[in-house]
T-cell receptor, first 113, second 117 residues
Framework: NAGVTQTPKFRVLKTGQSMTLLCAQD?????MYWYRQDPGMGLRLIHY???????AKGEVPDGYNVSRLKKQNFLLGLESAAPSQTSVYFC????????????FGPGTRLTVL | AQKITQTQPGMFVQEKEAVTLDCTYD???????LFWYKQPSSGEMIFLIY??????QNATEGRYSLNFQKARKSANLVISASQLGDSAMYFC??????????????FGKGTRLHILP
């Protein structure tokens, strides 16, 4: 039982490049989330999904797209990376039964030059 | 709009002392949950404790307890007998359980706790 995994762990991009971050969970959770963490800002929700095939915008969705084609995977895409997207990205999941806890992945550190 | 406020950006505490990390929240909803997470220097987010808005008792998990004061909208984390390994960033978070609402969890900006030997 790996829990929530994220790929890759580190990445450096040049401005304008694109990339996809993969989040995978093996707990059969319905809900999945993408957050970004910046110094002094806490965690801010980018996008989330309440089930396979569904996505919704969070607090800071601009510049990102997501897809949830399979229940266990939640992909975060950056079509044209900008230096402002330099951050640590966390994925999380939960069952979706009201008062249950989120489980977080280990994070991806992304630097955009 | 929902909001979480952690007013202590940093704290220094002597080992073995108890420590209270402050968290206040703002919501107009009746049904919500409050969470505390720990983030050590390694970066992972570790769930510590949960308190539901209708829970009559304060939540406890080992050395962690949550001092829930609903009327004051505060959910302070208390760590008893602090240890060096408690040095980390701590985040307070809230989720609204009202049916039909967007399922968003709001995080505070965190408090960095330093335990001194």
């Amino acid at each position: 039982n790996a829990g929530v995994t994220q790929t890759p762990k580190f990445r450096v991009l040049k401005t304008g490049q694109s990339m996809t971050l993969l989040c995978a969970q093996d707990m059969n959770h319905e809900y999945m989330y993408w957050y970004r963490q910046d110094p002094g800002m806490g965690l801010r929700l980018i996008h989330y999904s309440v089930g396979e095939g569904t996505t919704a915008k969070g607090e800071v969705p601009d510049g990102y797209n997501v897809s949830r084609l399979k229940k266990q995977n939640f992909l975060l895409g950056l079509e044209s990376a900008a230096p402002s997207q330099t951050s640590v990205y966390f994925c999380a999941s939960r069952k979706g039964l009201g008062q249950d806890t989120q489980y977080f992945g280990p994070g991806t550190r992304l630097t955009v030059l | 709009a929902q909001k979480i406020t952690q007013t202590q950006p940093g704290m220094f505490v002597q080992e073995k002392e108890a420590v209270t990390l402050d968290c206040t929240y703002d919501t107009s909803d009746q049904s919500y949950g409050l969470f505390w997470y720990k983030q050590p220097s390694s970066g992972e987010m570790i769930f510590l404790i949960y308190q539901g808005s209708y829970d009559e008792q304060n939540a406890t998990e080992g050395r962690y307890s949550l001092n829930f004061q609903k009327a004051r909208k505060s959910a302070n984390l208390v760590i008893s007998a602090s240890q060096l390994g408690d040095s980390a960033m701590y985040f307070c978070a809230m989720r609204d359980f009202t049916w039909g609402r967007d399922d968003k969890i709001i995080f505070g900006k965190g408090t960095r706790l330093h335990i001194l030997p």
